[in-house]
């Protein structure tokens, strides 16, 4: 038994040792998780909407990013295309919660769930996922 032991040890050591000490686990656990609809607010204070919005598909994944030094709103939180275009924010009655997730280092974003353009106001409803790992 003795052999054994020290024999996977062993290989367990020339593998980290030739591969640089890097091990690729998986995570069986990792998952999104549904939290909430709402839109997306302030897009008629986005310039160039109307090119980002026709570039926007049902389904796209938008980024969240807090806005601790937001003078208007402390728990702000911007969304923003893939591509990095601002598009707005989360709505302020909707992102006290979301806001203290994200501080507490949970990582927050939205998929596209529907879109209309109305004038030069872009209609952007989401769903907020919790991305767990």
Same mark, same amino acid.
């Given at each position: 038994?003795? !052999?054994?032991?020290?024999?996977? %040890? =062993? =290989? ?14 998986? $995570?069986? *656990?990792? %998952? !999104?998780?549904?939290? *909430?609809?709402?839109?997306? /607010?302030?897009?008629? #204070? &986005?310039?160039?909407?109307?090119? +980002? ?12 990013? $807090?806005? +601790?030094? =937001?003078? #208007? !709103?402390? %728990? /702000? +939180? ?13 709505? $302020?009655? !909707? =992102? &006290?919660? *979301?806001? $203290?997730?994200?501080? /507490?280092?949970? &990582? ?22 919790? #991305?767990?790992?």
């Amino acid at each position: 038994m003795t !052999d054994l032991i020290k024999k996977d %040890q =062993n =290989n367990l050591i020339d593998y980290l040792v030739n591969t640089g000490g890097e091990i690729d686990i998986p $995570r069986p *656990f990792e %998952q !999104d998780i549904y939290l *909430f609809d709402t839109y997306v /607010a302030g897009t008629t #204070h &986005v310039e160039g909407i109307e090119g +980002i919005y026709s570039t926007l598909k049902i389904e796209d994944k938008l980024v969240f990013y $807090r806005e +601790i030094e =937001n003078e #208007h !709103d402390p %728990q /702000a +939180i911007r969304i923003e295309t893939l591509g990095k275009e601002k598009i707005g924010y989360v709505p $302020r009655q !909707d =992102n &006290v919660v *979301f806001s $203290r997730l994200m501080d /507490a280092g949970k &990582v927050l974003f939205a998929k596209v769930m529907e879109k209309e353009m109305r004038g030069k106001w872009a209609r952007i409803k989401i769903k907020i996922y919790l #991305h767990e790992s």
